[in-house]
């Protein structure tokens, strides 16, 4: 079974930094995309990053270019999103996501993706 487990969420001062992980069982993520979505209070989900599993591509939303890093460990079987220069409007919960084959697929879509975790809480203040 593949699962995803997120964690590293909490509360932080704008300005900040955060590091979530995403650890991976039931597949390697050095062989599949990988992608985190947001969801923020009454809103939709939306696209934060992803990372193309052949070339370690990386795709991004312009709304955390430039402050938000998406990476892998291919050895501790683990994806993670580095967010720094925090603003109260990132906050959300943050899902790992990827998904069901390896295969071309327009990464910034939820419908893309068919494996989730449970998602962790990001809260950033003023």
């Known amino acids: 079974q593949v699962q995803l487990v997120e964690s590293g969420g909490g509360l932080v001062q704008a300005g900040g930094s955060l590091r979530l992980s995403c650890v991976v069982s039931?597949?390697?993520?050095?062989?599949?995309?990988m992608g985190w979505f947001r969801q923020g209070p009454g809103k939709e989900r939306e696209f934060v990053a992803a990372?193309?599993?052949?070339?370690?591509?990386?795709i991004y939303a312009d709304s955390v270019k430039g402050r938000f890093t998406i990476s892998r460990d291919n050895v501790k079987n683990t994806v993670y999103l580095q967010m720094n220069s925090l603003k109260p409007e990132d906050t959300a919960v943050y899902y790992c996501?990827?998904?069901?084959?390896?295969?071309?697929?327009?990464?910034?879509?939820?419908?893309?993706?068919?494996?989730w975790g449970q998602g962790t809480q990001v809260t950033v203040s003023s």
């Open positions: 996501a990827s998904p069901a084959s390896a295969g071309n697929v327009p990464l910034s879509l939820v419908d893309s993706y068919h494996y």
């Open positions: 039931g597949r390697s993520v050095s062989n599949y995309h």
């Open positions: 990372i193309v599993w052949i070339v370690s591509r990386t």
